[in-house]
């Protein structure tokens, strides 16, 4: 699976748009860009993945670049509740062992009032 | 419906001993997973089963860590012989498929701390 880099912390304002960015350029073809997020003491939270094209839900969005190096995970408008580690993670599709889950170090945000 | 549980939420036993931490995975998931999280990293995968079989250990440190998932839903790990190192929380995580887009869903956790 590709690395991923991600800035150790972020701060973001209530209310505002919190934009976390990943680097991976190393991604292959058949590789999907996921993102989780732990809260403090739970265990990671799924919010979203991709493989080309940009996706949204009720959690987030998810921006890849055309050359898919690199990703931006948007939070549009961000509570206090979603402090947490952020976590961009490469993995591959298809059930030839492309199952676990590499974590790196994340990102940490901070939501201020 | 239920998520993932995990039991016991914390576990504190002498270096030495036998420990047996548990896994409810969310009902029908038939993928498993367990990963281990030291203070300030993230999660570290330690083995994957599909089913009743174990279809890459390839992360568990040593031989003192085995699981077993018998029936194809809860499963354990096991700790034999345990170190002050493997103080740390140990996550389970289950999924719908095998591999393929199949998000993970994971439980609270159970901290161990070896004494």
């Known amino acids: 699976d590709a690395k991923t880099t991600q800035p150790t912390s972020m701060d973001c304002a209530e209310g505002r748009a919190a934009n976390l960015p990943c680097n991976h350029s190393?991604?292959?073809?058949?590789?999907?860009v996921y993102w989780y997020r732990q809260i403090h003491s739970q265990g990671p939270q799924y919010i979203i993945h991709?493989?080309?094209n940009n996706e949204t839900n009720e959690m987030a969005s998810l921006i890849i670049t055309e050359d898919r190096k690199s990703s931006t995970l948007i939070l549009p408008h961000a509570t206090l509740r979603d402090t947490a580690v952020y976590y961009c993670?490469?993995?591959?599709?298809?059930?030839?062992?492309?199952?676990?889950?590499?974590f790196g170090a994340g990102t940490r945000l901070a939501v201020h009032p | 419906g239920a998520g993932v549980s995990q039991t016991p939420s914390n576990k504190v036993t002498e270096k030495g001993k036998y420990v047996e931490l548990r896994c409810d995975p969310i009902s029908g998931h038939t993928a498993l997973y367990w990963y281990r999280q030291s203070l300030g990293q993230g999660p570290e995968f330690l083995i994957y089963?599909?089913?009743?079989?174990?279809?890459?250990d390839s992360g568990l440190p040593n031989d003192r860590f085995f699981a077993v998932r018998p029936e194809g839903s809860v499963s354990t790990l096991k700790i034999q012989r345990t170190e002050r190192g493997d103080s740390a929380m140990y996550l389970c995580?289950?999924?719908?498929?095998?591999?393929?887009?199949?998000?993970?869903?994971f439980g609270p956790g159970t901290r161990l701390t070896v004494t």
């Open positions: 991709g493989l080309k």
């Open positions: 089963f599909q089913g009743t079989g174990a279809a890459d």
């Open positions: 993670i490469v993995r591959g599709a298809g059930s030839g062992g492309y199952n676990k889950l590499i």
């Open positions: 995580a289950s999924s719908l498929t095998r591999g393929g887009e199949g998000e993970q869903y």
């Open positions: 190393t991604i292959s073809g058949n590789e999907y």
